[in-house]
């Protein structure tokens, strides 16, 4: 059985420009979450997707913004890239059926801003 | 918002020692508490989790201790193996003020040496 997969592992990108991060959920699982992780820090909820909505956000600006697909993956897109983006981001997964908590993580993309 | 604190930040104990984290939250309406150990390079991996109505939990070598009254919870490790060397976050869930979002502390480095 699958893990969280996340793409791509790495990626560099400079100021201004866009980007796009994908992410499948573990199988049987239907509702992801985002979450950045700065360099010595814990990770930060930037939003949940469920039913293809966005249903709950944290405390990121309007530049971060998602989509979940039928299929229940997501891509997570950051437009106007400043050098504070650059992070890890994680995706974790959670399962259907009411548990609402219980969160499996990806490996992450890290995302380097120049 | 909810407030997790954890210490130590840096941990170092011999091979089979046993290691004590320790993490505090602000919310009293959080009820799941998360652990998760992240090795270099990788995501975060959940370990071990607690829900409030219970007090303690053990998977083999680890186990997690809660106390609602004073809103803090551990993560005990015994008979400690390099391999254990990581970092380990807690993390807290209040459906209640929280929503849908885990929130973090700030990480332990464990280093466990032969």
């Known amino acids: 059985d699958a893990g969280v997969t996340q793409s791509p592992t790495h990626l560099i990108k400079t100021r201004g420009q866009q980007v796009t991060l994908r992410c499948s959920p573990k199988s049987g699982h239907d509702t992801v979450s985002w979450y950045q992780q700065a360099l010595g820090q814990g990770p930060q909820f930037i939003f949940q997707y469920y039913e293809e909505e966005e249903r709950q956000r944290g405390n990121f600006p309007d530049r971060f913004s998602g989509h979940q697909f039928p299929n229940y993956s997501s891509e997570l897109n950051v437009n106007a890239l400043l050098l504070g983006d650059s992070a890890l981001y994680l995706c974790?997964?959670?399962?259907?059926?009411?548990?609402?908590?219980?969160?499996?993580f990806g490996p992450g993309t890290r995302l380097t801003v120049l | 918002g909810e407030n997790v604190e954890q210490h130590p930040s840096t941990l170092s104990v011999q091979e089979g020692d046993s290691a004590v984290i320790k993490c505090t939250y602000s919310?009293?309406?959080?009820?799941?508490f998360p652990w998760y150990k992240q090795e270099l390079g990788k995501g975060p991996q959940l370990i071990i989790d607690i829900r409030s109505n219970v007090g303690e939990k053990k998977d083999q070598r680890i186990a997690v201790t809660l106390n609602k009254t004073a809103k803090h919870f551990s993560l005990h490790i015994t008979e400690t193996q390099p391999e254990d060397s990581a970092v380990y976050f807690c993390?807290?869930?209040?459906?209640?003020?929280?929503?849908?979002?885990?929130?973090f502390g700030k990480g332990t480095s464990l280093l466990v040496t032969p």
């Open positions: 919310d009293s309406a959080s009820n799941y």
């Open positions: 993390a807290a869930h209040s459906v209640a003020n929280s929503g849908y979002a885990l929130n």
């Open positions: 974790a997964s959670t399962p259907g059926g009411g548990n609402t908590d219980t969160q499996y």
